[in-house]
């Protein structure tokens, strides 16, 4: 079983600078005064000693100093580049101010930038030059127990597009989330940026990018490359789980079909979304006192995150005793041409054509919403300002409770605000966003709008995959994964109009997810450990609180 490193305090085998440039061991003026002795410390520190939470308090406030977004990123990144346990701690304490900054919004921007703010290794660039050698550069990590790899080739980050080699960003932060908000251990936390090249024309005329210029390369050669890199990732670092992060449509779909049976993987674009979104509605419905099999879905944006959450609401119907035909024809789709109907079925991917139904062919999104009615409005194209206010009015018209998700991130991309989606709605859309939105006072009431982010999901799937030594992870864990989420929201939370609970309770919310998920690889025959007597314990135990351990 996954078990965290170091859990009984083991004398660290460095000393002296060696042993304050590793990240997972420094502990800064925290070392006491025998450590100082026993690691040939002494001098190379302030004589001061101090502790986790003065620490603490001390990098807290000199992150408040910072100015804009961007400068706090970059303030935490170095503070992880030399004292992980400091930055967990500091992010235990404080997720709800700095989780926008170490994900979304701020990590796009980041992104866009990381080029010029990079300062020092943290993960695995691997190259398509460096074809046919990948075993070889993967054991250059220095953590030769990795077990969570999440790797992307950069082609569509967030709703900014083709960023080459900075999608490193993405799969930095995205392991953050799985160490803050899911206790894994950082030492078996490994990002992977695979670089094959870029089709953005900024990032190719740019003289400081730090990727591949040259084109994105595609066809044989490209699967060649993904082959090699998964069979070397099962080789190098047995026991991994691989989270397929930010690839383009045509590639994400055609990874998660080859690999999701062959290795423990599965897409966080098109699984965890479908998951978190799960949930939203799920949870709406205990607002609205509707019935799961009356809701009508209509999605802006037919790509990874809309069709996965498509396709899970379909699962859960299925489920629920409603045939899948019928399931599908609740769910609808506008893409760049329009309204998904049977008339368009010749030029429709499979993926899309199970949702191509009979229907009036429509151009846009407002003629879309007349014709079906829906109950339900989800934006995930990275289309900003697209629910109108024409839009969210016709859905209030339509529905007393309204469900309005705008899904895309970064927050710029969003396809409305909050605030728009309560005044233009008369104040009665369940509203859900992909990046943090304001509260909302209207005519004397406060509405918290949720954020539909999958930071509610991939960590705990993640620490039940790597708890219970799944071999595979199967979309019956997201669908677990969506109903656990939407029961924990609470009354009060209901009340203020969330519909995922508050990010305080992060860290429950994952062992919870983590439970559900182990549970299916036990009793479904996926893993080949005896279940646990105490499941619920021993996933806790293997939870990595940030505290520093104590030297003997």
């Not at 100015?67 to 990144?77: G, M, P, V």
Request: aromatic share 8%; hydrophobic share 40%; proline share 4%.
């Amino acid at each position: 079983m996954y078990k965290p490193i170091n859990p009984s305090g083991e004398r660290p085998l460095m000393r002296g600078v060696a042993l304050l440039n590793n990240s997972l061991l420094n502990k800064g003026m925290a070392f006491s005064e025998y450590e100082r002795d026993a690691f040939g410390l002494r001098g190379l520190l302030p004589p001061a000693e101090l502790d986790i939470e003065e620490q603490t308090k001390r990098v807290l406030h000199n992150f408040r100093r910072k100015s804009t977004d961007l400068e706090k990123y970059t303030f935490l990144t170095m503070l992880q580049q030399r004292n992980e346990v400091l930055f967990f701690h500091l992010l235990h304490a404080n997720l709800e101010e700095m989780m926008p900054i170490i994900y979304t919004p701020t990590v796009g921007q980041a992104c866009l930038e990381y080029g010029s703010i990079w300062r020092g290794p943290r993960g695995l660039f691997l190259s398509i030059r460096e074809k046919g050698r990948l075993r070889e550069i993967m054991r250059h990590w220095p953590n030769t127990g990795a077990r969570m790899i999440v790797v992307t080739d950069g082609e569509r980050i967030l709703g900014l597009g083709d960023l080459g080699a900075y999608g490193m960003g993405i799969c930095v932060g995205k392991l953050a989330l799985y160490t803050a908000c899911a206790g894994l251990h950082p030492y078996y936390c490994l990002p992977i940026a695979l670089d094959v090249g870029t089709n953005n024309e900024s990032l190719l005329a740019d003289p400081y990018y730090i990727g591949l210029k040259q084109r994105r390369v595609r066809g044989a050669e490209y699967d060649e490359f993904i082959n090699e890199f998964m069979e070397s990732a099962a080789e190098v670092f047995p026991g991994a789980l691989v989270q397929f992060e930010d690839f383009g449509n045509s590639n994400a779909f055609d990874l998660l079909k080859k690999w999701r049976n062959k290795a423990c993987s599965f897409n966080d674009d098109i699984q965890g979304t479908a998951a978190v979104a799960m949930a939203g509605i799920l949870a709406a419905l205990k607002i609205s006192n509707s019935r799961i099999e009356d809701q009508r879905l209509l999605f802006m944006g037919a790509g990874e995150a809309g069709l996965g959450i498509g396709n899970l609401f379909v699962q859960h119907l299925v489920s629920e005793g409603i045939p899948i035909e019928k399931a599908r024809k609740t769910c609808w789709f506008v893409d760049s041409k329009g309204l998904v109907v049977a008339s368009r079925s010749a030029e429709l991917s499979e993926h899309k054509l199970v949702f191509a139904h009979e229907a009036e062919a429509c151009a846009d999104l407002a003629s879309a919403a007349r014709i079906i009615r829906p109950t339900a409005l989800i934006g995930v194209a990275g289309v900003a300002r697209v629910f109108t206010q024409e839009i969210v009015s016709m859905m209030a018209e339509f529905n007393q409770r309204p469900v309005i998700f705008a899904l895309s991130n970064p927050t710029s991309k969003a396809e409305c605000t909050s605030e728009e989606a309560i005044e233009w709605s008369a104040g009665r859309a369940i509203y859900a966003s992909g990046s943090p939105m304001p509260e909302v006072q209207f005519e004397g009431r406060r509405i918290v709008s949720g954020q539909g982010n999958n930071t509610y999901i991939f960590p705990g799937v993640g620490l039940g995959v790597l708890v219970s030594q799944a071999r595979e992870v199967t979309d019956s864990m997201f669908l677990a994964a969506a109903r656990k989420l939407a029961s924990m929201v609470t009354s009060e939370e209901l009340a203020e109009g969330r519909i995922y609970p508050s990010l305080e309770r992060i860290r429950e919310v994952s062992h919870s997810i983590a439970v559900e998920v182990a549970l299916i690889a036990f009793r479904e025959g996926l893993t080949d450990l005896p279940e646990p007597v105490n499941l619920e314990e021993e996933i806790s135990l293997r939870m990595f609180r940030p505290e520093y351990v104590e030297y003997s």
